[in-house]
Nanobody, 121 residues
């Protein structure tokens, strides 16, 4: 199983980025995005689960971030708009075998390597 995240970069406050996570090796019940800023714990950003693609967002990204998944390509996306300096972090994609919109890092079975998002003020 591999999760390959990409799409990070440097963007000015108010800008947008789209992160991608290419998954291979199996399909997953739930996929999600987490982030970790320097000196902070890894935190939940968003998840998508089940055949209907139910979604859930942390309050920090609600209304600004959109998670989606291309099941044919087994690729996860995170469209981020109205970015703020406090969104600066390494963003990780994660997956779990079971369905269910989990927000706890311990409930995810597989992790990608992370992609750095830097938002300048």
């Amino acid at each position: 199983v591999q999760l390959q995240a990409s799409g990070g970069g440097l963007v000015q406050a108010g800008g947008s980025l789209r992160l991608l996570c290419a998954a291979s090796g199996r399909t997953f019940g739930t996929m999600g995005w987490f982030r970790q800023a320097p000196g902070k714990e890894r935190e939940f950003v968003s998840a998508i689960s089940g055949p209907l693609g139910s979604t859930y967002y942390a309050i920090s990204g609600k209304g600004r971030f959109t998670i989606s998944k291309d099941n044919l390509r087994n690729t996860l996306y995170l469209q981020m708009t109205s970015l703020r300096p406090e969104d600066t972090a390494v963003y990780y994609c994660a997956a779990r075998r079971n369905e269910g919109l989990a927000t706890d890092v311990r409930l995810y079975d597989y992790w990608g390597q992370g992609t750095l998002v830097t938002v300048s003020s």
